[in-house]
């Protein structure tokens, strides 16, 4: 048996993706926040919540901690009550085995956003971060 020939330059190997093959990468932070994960159940008859916490963020993608392990759809919504910041929306890449899942979001966080998510985490690394009350 032979194997078939592999074609370096077949026109598929041209094809790329923005979001996957073009998007810049952004340095993922330390972070500890209390977080929610909101999706739909059986269609659009259900909405359940999970409490998670984000470990890891960027601007486009996080890595939550999550308590359980349970069955995860591949679109969610992540809402961080304390940094007011709700539905964001989330597309599962990685299901970890110590518990941890690895999302990157539909849309970029702004700078401002992240620099809310800093200031309410409980991390080592954003203890002394403050924020200007006049911008929030």
């Known amino acids: 048996m032979s194997a078939a020939p592999i074609n370096k330059n077949h026109f598929l190997n041209k094809e790329e993706s923005f979001m996957y093959?073009?998007?810049?990468r952004f340095k993922m932070e330390d972070t500890m926040n209390a977080a929610?994960?909101?999706y739909t159940e059986n269609g659009v008859m259900n909405m359940a919540q999970r409490r998670c916490d984000v470990i890891r963020?960027?601007?486009?993608?996080?890595v939550l901690g999550i308590l359980t392990q349970y069955n995860l759809p591949k679109q969610f919504y992540l809402d961080i009550p304390d940094a007011r910041i709700s539905k964001v929306g989330c597309l599962l890449m990685r299901t970890?085995?110590?518990?941890t899942i690895e999302v990157r979001f539909l849309s970029l966080l702004t700078k401002k956003e992240l620099d809310r998510i800093f200031i309410f985490s409980?991390?080592?690394?954003?203890?002394?971060?403050?924020?200007?009350?006049?911008?929030w």
């Open 96 to 99: 970890n085995a110590n518990n």
């Open 36 to 38: 929610r994960i909101e």
């Open 57 to 62: 963020i960027s601007m486009s993608g996080a």
């Open 122 to 135: 409980t991390h080592p690394n954003h203890r002394d971060r403050t924020m200007d009350i006049r911008s």
């Open 21 to 24: 093959d073009r998007e810049a």
